[in-house]
């Protein structure tokens, strides 16, 4: 019997040795009212029809089968993640009992993967990213799994900053060889905004973009020698998956591992030794690349595709503006007007109604905040 391809998906061939790992245990606090814990950015259609992680997937599945792909979550988001994502095996989505940030995350995912494949190449992706050109982005990740399982290196995609934005992590990297490949130097974590214009203007430095590659191996003796305690803990609870003991080994042993991200506990100490002895690598890469991070960004981001000339954005049943510019305005089923009104950013749920500026859009997180403390459980 003849196995019928995907003409599209023939053109690149896939890598039997390469795991992504998607993190997406997030609550996407700054896109309340629409982000919420059993719905959160991630499982939002913010860029197009599919949601944020159905894109994802969708941009590594030339490169690895969906058996390979791996989610680690929550219990709040679970069952809708394994609803979006049909291919995956319930065993491929790992519900976090509780959150320990990305180095316990992608640790796990790497011991036990260590088990099932000792040629493992782990790539760590975030959920909720925006890739515009998706051939170039493929390219790289060839790329840099090529370099991970070459030796015990660690990858980096560094972002060629378009702007000093203050708001990501900074990669410092020396001098380039091999196709732009570089060592890195040393992490920085967001600077200020005169740091930040001294980064760009210097041609050295790139945005951290949170993805990075590395062979299972490498990974955990990463963890072994920087995280010694939890790394036993995540090795304890791999050698219990796929059994029955997994649930309850979980759910006992993962609340004590650090709550840490992998950039502090591996890459930064790492990085320290001197970028020639710390086998850290930056590919730097211009593939459209968007995190997405706020209300504004999310503007910007369909303003820039959609050529507007007014800069407003807005969905509704019916829209009407007069002088008004620079609005980003969410309201399904209403008419909407706007008058007079510049830069504003207005959405609307059936619960709630948000209204800020764009200038202030990072700060709907410590709305979430404030629904926690008063134990608002139904508004988020």
Known sequence: MTRKTDPKKSAVKRNSNFYPVILAGGRGTRFWPLSRKRRAKQLLALDGKQTMIQQTVARLLPLAAARDIWVIANEDLRHEIGRQLPKLNSQQILAEPVGRNTAPAIGLAAFILMRRNPGAVVGLFPSDHVIGDEKT????????IALAAASENIVVLGIRPTR????????????????EISRVRRFTEKPDAVR????????????NSGMFLWSAHTLTQALREHLPTTAALLEEIAAAYGTKRFTAAF???????????????????????????????CIPADFGWNDLGSWNALHEHHVAKQKSQDGNLISGAGIFTLNAAGNYIHAPGKFVAAVGVENLVIVETEDALLITTRERAQDVGKVVKHLDEKKLERLV
């Open 137 to 144: 982005y493929r390219a790289v990740l060839k790329k840099g």
């Open 164 to 179: 000093p934005e203050t708001g990501y992590g900074y990669i410092e990297v020396g001098a380039a060889f091999d196709n």
């Open 196 to 207: 930040a214009a001294g980064f760009v203007s210097e041609g050295n430095y790139f945005w």
């Open 251 to 281: 759910r006992r042993l993962y609340p004590k591992c650090e709550n840490i991200s992998i950039d502090y506990a591996v890459l930064e100490p790492r990085s320290a030794r001197g970028e020639h002895a710390s086998n850290i690598y």
